[in-house]
Each structure stands twice: as C-alpha cells, then as structure tokens.
C-alpha cells in the first residue's frame, strides 16, 4: 500500500517562530488533508489540499501532487498550536476510499 | 450545524466482552469511516460506509464489524475483546457533490477504549 512520510518527528519551537512540516508519499493521490490532534484526541481538518496553495491565517499547505509531497506552514506560532500534526492521502479504487496517515508531527510551542 | 458524535466519550472493558461504538454523522452526510488509533501501529483504517453499504475494509480481524443505518448513523462492534484492542476509535463523515466528487473529511471527538 501507499506509504505516509512526515518530518520531523518532533519539533520544539518558542512562541513565534515560523516552522514547516512536510509530508511525503508514495505513490499518486486522490487527495491530501492536514489534521490537527488535540490534546482530547480530536481530529481538526485543517486543509484539504490535493494540490496547490492554501492558506488559513497563520497556517498555509502547499501541496505539489506531481513530485508526491506537501508542506504545512505555521507562522508566529502559539502555545495553542501545539499538538500532533497528521498527514493523510487518500486513494480511491472505484467507488472505495479510505485515508492512510503519516505518524505525525508533534509540535510543542514553549512561551 | 452540529459535528460528528461519537458515543460513548470513553469505555472500560473486561477481555473477552463485546463492545458496540456508535458515531452520528454531521447532518446530509452519507459516508462514514472508521479509524483505530493506537501508540504503536498509529491511525489504521477499519471500514468505510455509503448509504448502508460497506464499500471497503480494513486489515483487520472478523471481530470487528460495523453497519450503517438508513439514517446514516453508524455503529462499530468489536467482539471477544482483547487486551490490544485499547485503543481511541475515530469516525469521519463526508459529502459528496451531485459530480459523486467527494469533500474532506470531518472527524468526531472518538471513543477511548480501554480493555482490562
């Protein structure tokens, strides 16, 4: 199947540094979105991007279908961004979809 | 208009028991799906459902089943439960357009099972 790559594993940052999350895939896709977990365990969408630019406040993604990766952006991060930021492509067979996930990354904002 | 539901929030379980999760699908949404998410294995895919139907399925043991109703709600059964079946269970909805182009996915809150 469709392997999920996403780096760092882990990023620390202090209250307003910029920082980019990237996400590589194996093989074409239907679609990427970007969640984010909270600490309750919550999926948030935050871009649903199978190719292109987004943007989204102070988060942005770039998705470049043809060279299989993504990019999210966060800009003057908050403590409140902090979390596990997942990854997930979707390949459709026929009418059948599912999303596979990367293993995230997790982004601890300190003041 | 309202998210998607998961109930109940958590569950303890003993081993060998069965368990029924329930999720209710934001409001005209047709497709629902499953996710199983643990420490070391991550998010994993377990069903996915359209208009009652089951229209792919995960790796996963004939002991976890699920179904849809007309209303699009949908239920998950894990039987003869075991000690790695503790996990946080995810359900998404989606719509699709009058193209059958679909939209992202929206995730509920999950329920936490724990197996003892």
């Known amino acids: 199947g469709i392997q999920v790559e996403q780096s760092p594993p882990d990023l620390i940052l202090q209250e307003g540094a910029n920082s980019t999350l990237r996400c590589n895939f194996s093989?074409?896709?239907?679609?990427l979105q970007w969640f984010h977990q909270n600490p309750w365990g919550q999926l948030i969408n935050l871009f649903y991007?199978?190719?292109g630019t987004k943007q989204n406040g102070r988060l942005s993604a770039t998705t470049v279908a043809t060279e299989r990766y993504s990019l999210l952006y966060i800009s003057s991060s908050q403590t409140t961004d902090s979390g596990v930021y997942f990854c997930a492509v979707e390949r459709r067979t026929g009418t059948a979809s599912k999303l596979t996930f990367g293993t995230g990354t997790r982004l601890q904002v300190t003041l | 208009k309202a998210g998607v539901t998961q109930t109940p929030r958590y569950l303890i379980k003993t081993r060998g028991q069965q368990v029924t999760l329930s999720c209710s699908p934001i409001?005209?949404?047709?497709?629902v799906s499953w996710y199983q998410q643990t420490p070391g294995q991550g998010l994993q895919f377990l069903f996915e459902?359209?208009?009652?139907?089951?229209?792919n399925k995960g790796n996963f043991p004939g002991r976890f089943s699920g179904r849809q109703f007309s209303n699009s709600r949908s239920e998950m059964n894990v039987s003869t439960l075991e000690l790695g079946d503790s996990a946080l269970y995810l359900c998404?909805?989606?719509?699709?357009?009058?193209?059958?182009?679909?939209?992202?996915?929206?995730f509920g809150s999950g329920t936490r099972l724990t197996v003892v």
């Open positions: 093989d074409s896709v239907n679609n």
């Open positions: 998404a909805s989606r719509a699709w357009n009058d193209g059958y182009e679909p939209f992202g996915y929206t």
């Open positions: 409001s005209g949404h047709r497709s």
């Open positions: 991007i199978p190719s």
């Open positions: 459902y359209f208009s009652e139907t089951q229209r």
